[in-house]
């Protein structure tokens, strides 16, 4: 995996332009082989960065500054209070933005999902995984029996992982000089007029309540149809 993913090659300072090339040439370049297709489904290694912090870097780009010949990208791997650095080149000096990235995430549940799908092919989009192994290093996926859930489930679910990933991030200081993206999935939800303004009530409800430690905050779905900000 090395030759495929270092840390040099994901953390090279780009124009918007030249970052999106890249990044679209780095996907044709690991779909090639078995070996980096499950690297990157299972986050092994560097591709844990390319997958959670880099991709959605790449959405949150696509969505501001894709026309913008004047803004350079550059993530930041490594032990940093940060995880990307955006320079609008217009200006002198440069203005900079940090760029602090996290997931709305369910956690081990979530590694189990994609784990399953890795090995088997398949696996549900929502309820428990449970993982065991044999002697033999085999796999063996139990799922909860699937119930359906209504429209409003889905979405308080889904705002449940946003709040936490939100809490997560308001416990720890940062600068004014740094926005805040939640990547959160909607696949199941947020497909609607009416359900993204309950998203949008309810991050501008949590910022009332807790007061504003960054200079935005963008909610992205996975997909990229969805950005709310604050």
Aim: hydrophobic share 35%.
């Amino acid at each position: 995996m090395d030759k495929f993913v270092t840390k040099d090659d994901l953390g090279k300072e780009r124009s918007v332009d030249d970052f999106l090339d890249w990044l679209d040439n780095k996907r044709t370049e690991l779909a090639k082989s078995e070996k980096t297709v499950e690297a990157v489904r299972l986050r092994s290694g560097l591709c844990k960065e390319l997958v959670e912090e880099i991709l959605p870097l790449e959405i949150h780009v696509q969505k501001l500054y894709k026309e913008n010949k004047c803004i350079s990208v550059q993530p930041i791997i490594g032990n940093q209070p940060y995880d990307a650095v955006v320079r609008d080149k217009s200006r002198a000096p440069d203005e900079t933005t940090k760029v602090e990235i996290t997931l709305a995430h369910e956690g081990q549940n979530e590694f189990f999902r994609r784990l399953m799908l890795h090995k088997t092919g398949r696996a549900p989009a929502t309820g428990k995984i449970t993982v065991k192994v044999s002697k033999d290093g085999e796999y063996f996926f139990e799922e909860e029996l699937p119930v359906a859930k209504d429209v409003e489930q889905l979405l308080s679910e889904q705002l449940v992982l946003i709040n936490d990933a939100l809490d997560r991030k308001y416990k720890n200081d940062y600068g004014s000089d740094t926005v805040l993206i939640i990547m959160f999935e909607d696949v199941l939800s947020f497909r609607v007029a009416e359900e993204i303004e309950k998203l949008e009530e309810f991050l501008g409800s949590y910022v009332r309540r807790n007061g504003r430690k960054f200079k935005r905050i963008y909610l992205h779905s996975w997909s990229g149809n969805v950005c709310v900000t604050v």
